[in-house]
């Protein structure tokens, strides 16, 4: 008896939280070597992919992969019918509206992690010549970029630099410069931001540097502790079309990272030497044999390019074409959703062992560290911040979330329509007016946001009263009759 009305009160309680979890989409927070759901303490494994539609280059002062809401509708549809929830975007412009984009995903339940350069000048460092980027146009860029996009939920993290480092020059010239870049952006989010958003690199596919590299950017420094990055992105393309954990060399990885203090992932991964792929490698990656040391991975890329690692391809005419890729990925994903495979991340969760954190050392193995970085370059911008319009969630009229563009499956069969994003976070605008869809059309050609005239404010406010009004009824209830199960269960007892 006793227990069967406990059973009911933690049930009772599970049902209030959840109702209350759903409501928002909660940070991730990193606790050692793993993320965190920062609300419901939940383990978080980044399933996911890389978001470059139109390739590397595609960035101007117009464009950018979060800019347009008619294609974010289109591909946050596919992103969840792929079953992610985690994109990276390499670059963005800070001077775009990115506010629709990043509510679609956030009402969708998927993740950012954003590089915060872009290949357009000044707004990178130089492998070879880091000293002649490295000043305050640079970190100018860098800080908005954080400025904006730490204001949303579901920006999960930054990554400082990619592949920055990439043969014997760069590894003699640049590593000082990458912790110099993360200690500016933490001090940032430190002094402007609303919480600490996670600082990581992502390194290039290159043994020789790739760990000791790892062990450089992670260590402790005792003068500057913001300098030391909190994940490391690895980008391996070395499982090829049918392999083990141990031909394709991945039980070496995870020897490599065992003992690593912070959360490790695949930031690109996906050999495409046999096409169309299968991506066994997922399985092995959300295996029990690698859980416990890489927090998931991100799979390399969304949009077919040049380059043919592509899941769908678009057309001109903005109609995508899911591709066999896809199909396969989507059942490994859909796979390692299984019992078996939860449970692996359930009792992972208890194995996680904590790893101490390493102090630095003078040399590292194929590096060069003692390069001087010239010290102050971000204390304007520290002392005063960075004029930059902070991003936030708009409530969005139900058609946003539909595609307006084709979608056709993998035997070219069109989706109907509507093609709508299933909402799994109800997100809460910061401020009460919808914004409708003849609106997201003009952000689209004037890429700014135009005020709504006041006059269905008033309706709407109204109307967000009485939301908030029931959902606090509805946790009051619920509360409650939580509180007189505990009273009778005590009394009973
Ligand atoms: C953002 O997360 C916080 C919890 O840290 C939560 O209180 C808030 O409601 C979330 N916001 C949205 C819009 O989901
Ligand atoms: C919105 O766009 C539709 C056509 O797409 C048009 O018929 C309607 O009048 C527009 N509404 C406003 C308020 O501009």
Known sequence: MLSSILKLYLAFLFFWKVKLVAASINPIEIHEQHFYDSVTGEPFFIKGVDYQPGGSSDVTSNRDPLSNAKICARDVFLFQKLGINTIRVYSISPDLDHDECMTMMAAAGIYLILDVNSPLENQHLNRYEPWTTYNEGYLEHVFKVVEQFSHYNNTLGFFAGNEIINDGQSARRCPPYIRAVVNDIKQYI???SPRTIPVGYSAADDLKYRIPLSQYLECHDENHPDSSI??????????????????????????????FSKPVF?????????????FEEVEALYSESMINTF??????????????????????????????DFVNLQGRFANIESKEFQMIRKNAVSLMASAPLPTCEDKYENLQVDAT????????????????????????????????????????KSFESPRRISIVHKIEGSEPEVRHRNQSQETESSSTVSPRPNDDKKDTVKQNEAISLKYSLTSVISWCLGSICLIVSLMLF
């Open 190 to 192: 430190q002094a402007y």
């Open 230 to 259: 909190d994940f490391y992105g690895v980008n391996s393309y070395q499982w090829c079309g049918p392999q083990t954990i141990q031909s394709s060399g991945y039980d070496q990885l995870v020897d490599a990272y065992k003992q």
């Open 266 to 278: 695949f930031s690109e991964f996906g050999c495409n030497t046999f096409r169309p792929r299968s």
């Open 295 to 324: 927090s998931g991975g991100l799979v390399y890329e969304f949009t077919e390019e040049p380059n043919e690692y592509g899941l769908v391809k678009m057309s001109d005419d903005n109609s995508a074409q899911i591709l066999q």
């Open 373 to 412: 970085v010239a010290g102050g370059i971000a204390k304007n911008l520290l002392k005063t911040g960075v004029d930059q319009k902070k991003g936030r969630y708009l409530n969005l009229e139900e058609s946003v979330y539909s595609s307006d563009y084709e979608i056709h499956d993998v035997n070219g």
